[in-house]
């Protein structure tokens, strides 16, 4: 009981620093989804989420315990059973605007977690706004996300690095499914971004455990090259070579508005 209250709490202090996040009519519609019980609260299993702030990247973090096994399960099987990878050659599916439920489920089950999050002292407004994984006006947006790109990979396959495309706005989520992988991140040549840098850092590893969340922003969105490169000598973590397996990834995104 003192935990839900302290959440409670904890949900109403962010509300009143960065106002209110959500739609109560489109949480009433979605609740109308067949649902992959994804809710943080009713499972109990985030009520104290673990966050870690990648330092050397500002607007990377990471929670390591987003998704617990069995919601895990439940979300690669509601994947493979939309039928987009039938065929071996299918590796990738990209939806826009109208998302399916799970995906829908992932993006509230964020905008909660992000509320959750338990900063050791808010402080000022600016150090409120520091100690959030994902900024308010993003937080604030409907949808929070509207494009679903959902990725296969195979052992030793991968992604090269780079920046997401410009169409995007700010702020984007990658769930990691199945097999564990370090995602590395390079700074961009300072005359390819607009946010002023300490001088180019090399690359900074980062853990991705299956069911982890990274939320990339601001200087982890424009400013640093994300890449995951699964060849043989590639996938080191503490000294010891990753054993690879099937690796699935869901990255959700919002386009940029059309003027």
């Known amino acids: 009981m003192d935990d839900h209250n302290n959440n409670k709490n904890k949900k109403a202090l962010f509300k ?8 109560s009519e489109d949480n009433e519609q979605q609740t109308q989804q067949p649902q992959l019980e994804l809710e943080l609260e009713e499972e109990g299993h985030h009520q104290n989420p673990s966050w870690e702030q990648i330092k050397e990247i500002k607007g990377l973090w990471l929670c390591r315990d987003f998704l617990s096994p069995p919601q895990q399960s439940s979300l690669v099987s509601a994947i493979l059973n939309e039928g987009w990878f039938t065929e071996p050659s ?8 109208d998302l399916p439920a799970w995906s829908s489920e992932i993006s509230n089950s964020i905008r909660e977690l992000v509320l959750l999050c338990d900063p050791v002292d808010l402080g000022t ?3 409120a706004k520091e100690a959030c994984p994902f900024p308010s006006d993003l937080l604030r947006r ?5 494009q679903l790109i959902v990725n296969v990979y195979q052992p030793g396959e991968g992604i090269s690095a780079h920046i997401d495309l410009m169409r995007f706005e700010d702020g984007i989520a990658i769930v990691s499914l199945e097999s564990s992988c ?7 040549d300072r005359t390819d971004c607009d946010i002023k840098m300490d001088p180019p ?10 069911g982890s969340l990274v939320l990339m ?4 969105r424009y400013c640093w090259k994300h ?6 000598g590639f996938q080191i973590w503490e000294g010891q070579e990753l054993n690879q397996k099937r690796r699935i990834s869901v990255t959700l995104r919002k386009l940029c508005k059309v003027e």
């Open 16 to 23: 009143e620093v960065f106002g209110d996040s959500s739609d």
């Open 90 to 97: 299918h590796n990738q599916a990209m939806r826009f605007g």
């Open 125 to 127: 407004y600016d150090e």
């Open 142 to 146: 409907e949808p929070l996300f509207d």
């Open 182 to 188: 370090v995602m590395h991140f390079t700074q961009v």
């Open 201 to 210: 850092m090399s690359k900074i590893p980062v853990y991705l455990t299956p």
């Open 217 to 220: 922003s601001e200087e982890a």
């Open 227 to 232: 890449e995951i490169n699964r060849k043989p």
